[in-house]
C-alpha cells in the first residue's frame, strides 16, 4: 500500500498495476530496483519515459532515506551508489582548482548515514553513473586473456607465412632469363656500394628484435593479447 500510494504522489499511478501487482515490489524491493530490472523481464517497461521518471524518483527516495543500519543500507545497494556519486563528484572538482578539491573531500557521509558538504547529491541512474564513470575511466577493469584467439591468430599468421614462403617460391623458379629481360633500374641499390656484411648484420638485428620480444611477451601480464596482436 505505501507503495502504491508512493507512485501515485510521484505521478506514476499508471504503473501501479504492473510493479504492484504484477511482480509484488513492496518497500525494499522498490530501494533495490535498477534501471536494468525495469527493462528486462519480467517488470519490462516499454515507456522511456517512465523508466527514467521511476528511477529518478526512487534514487531521491533513497537520497533522502536516514538509515543507521550499515548492513541494511549495503543489503538495500545504497552504499555503494552513495560513494560513486562521492567518487565522481571528488574527481570532477579535483579537476577544477585545490580549492574546490579540498571542499570536496570534507563532504562525506555523516553518523547519520546522510551525505552532507557544500556540494549536494545529484541522484543519478545506473547508465548516468556507468556515464559519468566511463568519461573519468576510459578502460576495461579486467582484460579477458580469450585464448581461442590468440590460436586462431597463431593460425591465421602461420598460414599467412607458409602461403609467401610458397609464393616466393614459385616466383623464384618462374624468374626469366637475366640476359634478354634483365631486372629494372632501381635507384639507391644502383648508387650504393655492395656492402658484404649487411645481410650478416641484418640477421643478427632480426635475432635480437626476437629476443627482446620473446622476454617481453614471457613477463607482461596480458602475453595472450599481445600474442595476438603481433599474430594478426
Not at 49 to 58: N, Q
Not at 64 to 69: D, F, L, T
Request: charged share 20%.
Amino acid at each position: 500500500d505505501d507503495v502504491r500510494e508512493w507512485l501515485n504522489c510521484s505521478g506514476l499511478g499508471h504503473l501501479e498495476e504492473k510493479v504492484c501487482t504484477d511482480n509484488l515490489v513492496d518497500g525494499k524491493v522498490l530501494l533495490m530496483l535498477q534501471e536494468e530490472d525495469l527493462r528486462r523481464p519480467p517488470m519490462q517497461l516499454s515507456t522511456l519515459g517512465d523508466i527514467k521518471h521511476l528511477v529518478f524518483h526512487i534514487n531521491s527516495l533513497k537520497s533522502g532515506q536516514q538509515i543507521q543500519n550499515q548492513k541494511d543500507r549495503i543489503s538495500l545497494g545504497m552504499v555503494k551508489s552513495i560513494s560513486l556519486q562521492s567518487e565522481v563528484l571528488s574527481r570532477s572538482s579535483s579537476s577544477s582548482d585545490s580549492d574546490s578539491d579540498t571542499s570536496a573531500s570534507t563532504a562525506t557521509n555523516n553518523n547519520n548515514g546522510q551525505y552532507s558538504g557544500a556540494v549536494p547529491i545529484i541522484p543519478l541512474c545506473a547508465s548516468c553513473s556507468l556515464q559519468l564513470r566511463s568519461s573519468k575511466h576510459n578502460f576495461s577493469s579486467r582484460l579477458e586473456p580469450e585464448r581461442w584467439k590468440t590460436a586462431l591468430a597463431l593460425m591465421y599468421g602461420l598460414c599467412v607465412s607458409w602461403l609467401t614462403a610458397f609464393t616466393m617460391t614459385i616466383v623464384h623458379d618462374r624468374v626469366p632469363d637475366m640476359d634478354k629481360y634483365p631486372p629494372l633500374p632501381d635507384i639507391i641499390l644502383d648508387n650504393v656500394p655492395h656492402i658484404s656484411w649487411a645481410f650478416e648484420m641484418s640477421e643478427i638485428t632480426g635475432m635480437t628484435l626476437l629476443m627482446i620480444w620473446l622476454v617481453v611477451l614471457t613477463f607482461h601480464k596480458h602475453r595472450f593479447i599481445l600474442a595476438r596482436r603481433f599474430f594478426s
